[in-house]
């Protein structure tokens, strides 16, 4: 391609400025009135046929002749080119199905004379001469579903050709060209959006599929390469489309809805290359991973302008992280496990700051105690938090390490379960009891967490770890300082004596299961006294 600009580029230039005059001299003549339409349509045919036709009779003149004959050609195919953009784009002289006929058949024919002679200065010649022509135009009326047949079927032979010869410059002329004259149309025309499935979307969709498959493929056909140029223009077509297409929306469809289309398309395209390629290149590792981080992106964009956003989120977080450590532990990838931590952490900090004004999550209009979507998500972090626990981290470490974070993270995982049975209590005096005296309701958190406390410490004694006994007595402790030095404040009450009562006998509770730990051990109750002193 280099070589080919580098010995014609004058010559393009040259035809582009022929091309150029006979557009000018064409809408100049209709200004001045000097013809008639049907007589510059004549013209134009006449034109570019004969140019083609001579082109084609110096063909077998020897080598040196070759450039012109595909000058000649290719200038005759941009003049009929012209005609049908000027007849069927400019003026709505002819339907879109003779422009479609008339364009097929140029087309082909350019393309099968190229095809069999390696003319590749001639289909850059028809190329550069059938973009320019329909941009020059600028029609006054709107005639934009003539203008996609048009552009579909430049594209679907120059991709053609860009495949089946090699030629590279074809696929990314037309695909550059393409989503030229797409802009210049929109802003040329101003056509209405209005709803969700509007002309200009249409096209933006089509363009976006068909260059998403026509790259695809060319890469496949290419000795399965998917990188360099294929994979930019992949790439920029996501981003032009994804432009277009929250533009046109304007508020219609939340964009994440359009990064969502563009990410599962990603992923699909990503998903082939590596089943082709049958290993990791950066044209299916940019997909894969482009793919994932938009449907991410998007998701994390649901349910935006909703009061339940808070809980939305923490599923959809919450749930990464679950699946990224399972594929942590199943695969024994580190790096899957080290994400998963960091999501949940940040996540589980997220929670712990906006619970207090999230809402609930009723099911059915109905507050049910701890089977809500709040309560939920509330056992959602946790259970990330306990499996990372158990299965760990995939990465060489010393045994005190492994064990430090897997006590780092029950204790954790605890806390999230103590927030949990507060929120829960507290939601329960809200919606069943809310003319409840605060007090009472500090007594019943006092119980809730006297009885976690006793929760986790037959925890460390079914599990055999004092760091869990040791975290329940700070619990009881705290407990019972809130409850004598805060919740005993003011007239002593009833309710008072019974929180008081209950917490004195999980105390003996936890005492007993000290015991009997204890005596599992064979260690003595006391030590005896020594006789001497």
């Given at each position: 391609?280099?070589?080919?600009?580098?010995?014609h580029?004058?010559?393009?230039?040259?035809?582009?400025?022929?091309?150029a005059?006979?557009?000018?001299?064409?809408?100049y003549?209709?200004?001045q009135?000097?013809?008639?339409?049907?007589?510059?349509?004549?013209?134009?045919?006449?034109?570019?046929?004969?140019?083609?036709?001579?082109?084609?009779?110096?063909?077998?003149?020897?080598?040196?002749?070759?450039?012109?004959?595909?000058?000649?050609?290719?200038?005759?195919?941009?003049?009929?080119?012209?005609?049908?953009?000027?007849?069927?784009?400019?003026?709505?002289?002819?339907?879109?199905?003779?422009?479609?006929?008339?364009?097929?058949?140029?087309?082909?024919?350019v393309?099968f004379?190229?095809?069999?002679?390696?003319?590749?200065?001639?289909?850059?010649?028809?190329?550069a001469?059938?973009?320019?022509?329909?941009?020059?135009?600028?029609?006054?009326?709107?005639q934009?579903?003539?203008?996609?047949?048009?552009?579909f079927?430049?594209n679907?032979?120059f991709?053609?050709?860009?495949?089946?010869?090699?030629?590279s410059?074809?696929?990314?002329?037309?695909?550059?060209?393409?989503?030229?004259?797409?802009?210049?149309?929109?802003?040329?025309?101003?056509?209405?959006?209005?709803?969700?499935?509007?002309?200009?979307?249409?096209y933006a969709?089509?363009?976006?599929?068909?260059?998403?498959?026509?790259?695809?493929?060319?890469?496949?056909?290419?000795?399965?390469c998917?990188?360099?140029?294929?994979?930019?223009?992949?790439?920029?077509?996501g981003?032009?489309f994804?432009?277009?297409?929250?533009f046109?929306?304007?508020?219609?469809?939340?964009?994440?809805?359009?990064?969502?289309?563009?990410?599962?398309?990603y992923?699909?395209?990503g998903?082939?290359?590596?089943?082709?390629?049958?290993?990791?290149?950066?044209?299916?590792?940019?997909?894969?991973?482009?793919g994932?981080?938009?449907?991410?992106?998007?998701?994390?964009?649901?349910?935006?302008?909703?009061?339940?956003?808070?809980?939305?989120?923490?599923?959809?977080w919450?749930?990464?992280?679950?699946?990224?450590?399972?594929?942590?532990?199943?695969k024994?990838y580190?790096?899957?496990?080290?994400?998963?931590?960091?999501?949940?952490?940040?996540?589980?900090v997220?929670w712990?700051l906006?619970?207090?004004?999230?809402?609930?999550?009723?099911?059915?209009?109905?507050?049910?105690?701890?089977l809500?979507?709040?309560?939920?998500?509330?056992?959602?972090?946790?259970?990330v938090g306990?499996?990372?626990?158990v299965?760990g981290?995939?990465?060489?470490?010393?045994?005190?390490?492994?064990?430090?974070l897997?006590?780092?993270?029950?204790?954790?995982?605890?806390?999230?379960?103590?927030?949990?049975?507060?929120?829960?209590?507290?939601?329960v005096?809200?919606?069943?009891?809310?003319?409840?005296?605060?007090?009472?309701?500090?007594?019943s958190?006092?119980?809730s967490?006297g009885?976690?406390a006793l929760?986790?410490?037959?925890?460390?004694?079914?599990?055999?770890?004092?760091?869990?006994?040791?975290?329940g007595?700070?619990?009881?402790?705290?407990?019972?300082?809130?409850?004598?030095?805060?919740?005993?404040?003011?007239?002593?009450?009833?309710?008072?004596?019974?929180v008081l009562?209950?917490?004195?006998?999980?105390?003996?509770?936890?005492?007993?299961i000290n015991?009997?730990?204890?005596?599992?051990?064979g260690?003595?109750?006391?030590?005896?006294?020594?006789?001497?002193?």
């Amino acid at each position: 391609m280099d070589m080919l600009l580098r010995k014609h580029w004058t010559s393009l230039l040259g035809v582009l400025f022929v091309l150029a005059a006979f557009i000018t001299l064409f809408k100049y003549s209709i200004e001045q009135g000097w013809i008639t339409d049907g007589m510059k349509i004549a013209a134009g045919l006449l034109s570019g046929a004969g140019l083609c036709i001579a082109g084609q009779a110096m063909t077998g003149r020897g080598s040196k002749w070759a450039s012109g004959v595909q000058i000649a050609i290719g200038l005759g195919a941009c003049l009929l080119y012209a005609t049908f953009a000027f007849a069927g784009v400019y003026y709505r002289l002819w339907n879109p199905m003779t422009v479609l006929i008339g364009m097929t058949a140029v087309t082909a024919g350019v393309s099968f004379y190229a095809y069999r002679f390696d003319s590749r200065l001639l289909m850059n010649i028809a190329l550069a001469g059938g973009l320019l022509s329909p941009l020059m135009m600028q029609p006054a009326t709107d005639q934009v579903f003539t203008l996609f047949l048009y552009l579909f079927v430049l594209n679907s032979a120059f991709f053609f050709l860009s495949i089946a010869k090699g030629w590279s410059e074809l696929r990314i002329g037309a695909f550059v060209g393409t989503w030229i004259i797409y802009a210049a149309y929109y802003v040329h025309f101003d056509p209405p959006t209005d709803g969700l499935w509007s002309m200009p979307l249409r096209y933006a969709v089509a363009a976006f599929v068909f260059y998403l498959v026509g790259l695809l493929v060319a890469s496949w056909r290419n000795n399965r390469c998917f990188d360099g140029w294929n994979l930019y223009m992949t790439l920029a077509n996501g981003v032009l489309f994804g432009t277009w297409s929250i533009f046109i929306l304007n508020g219609e469809l939340h964009y994440a809805y359009v990064l969502s289309l563009i990410g599962l398309c990603y992923l699909v395209s990503g998903a082939i290359v590596l089943q082709l390629t049958r290993r990791y290149q950066s044209a299916s590792a940019s997909q894969l991973i482009g793919g994932g981080a938009l449907l991410l992106l998007a998701f994390s964009n649901l349910g935006s302008g909703m009061d339940a956003k808070p809980i939305v989120n923490v599923f959809f977080w919450g749930g990464i992280a679950a699946a990224l450590a399972m594929l942590g532990h199943r695969k024994k990838y580190g790096v899957a496990s080290l994400a998963a931590i960091a999501v949940w952490t940040v996540v589980g900090v997220y929670w712990f700051l906006v619970t207090w004004d999230a809402p609930r999550g009723d099911w059915f209009g109905t507050f049910i105690p701890f089977l809500n979507w709040g309560a939920l998500s509330w056992g959602l972090l946790a259970f990330v938090g306990f499996y990372l626990s158990v299965t760990g981290i995939c990465f060489r470490m010393t045994k005190e390490t492994t064990s430090f974070l897997s006590n780092l993270f029950a204790v954790l995982s605890h806390l999230i379960v103590g927030g949990l049975l507060t929120v829960q209590i507290e939601n329960v005096f809200l919606v069943y009891a809310e003319d409840a005296p605060n007090r009472l309701v500090q007594l019943s958190l006092s119980v809730s967490w006297g009885v976690y406390a006793l929760l986790l410490t037959l925890w460390g004694t079914v599990t055999r770890q004092q760091l869990f006994r040791i975290f329940g007595a700070v619990v009881l402790l705290l407990v019972a300082g809130k409850a004598i030095f805060l919740d005993l404040e003011g007239e002593e009450t009833l309710y008072k004596c019974a929180v008081l009562l209950v917490l004195g006998g999980i105390s003996f509770l936890i005492t007993w299961i000290n015991g009997k730990k204890r005596e599992q051990k064979g260690e003595p109750e006391s030590v005896p006294a020594d006789p001497e002193m």
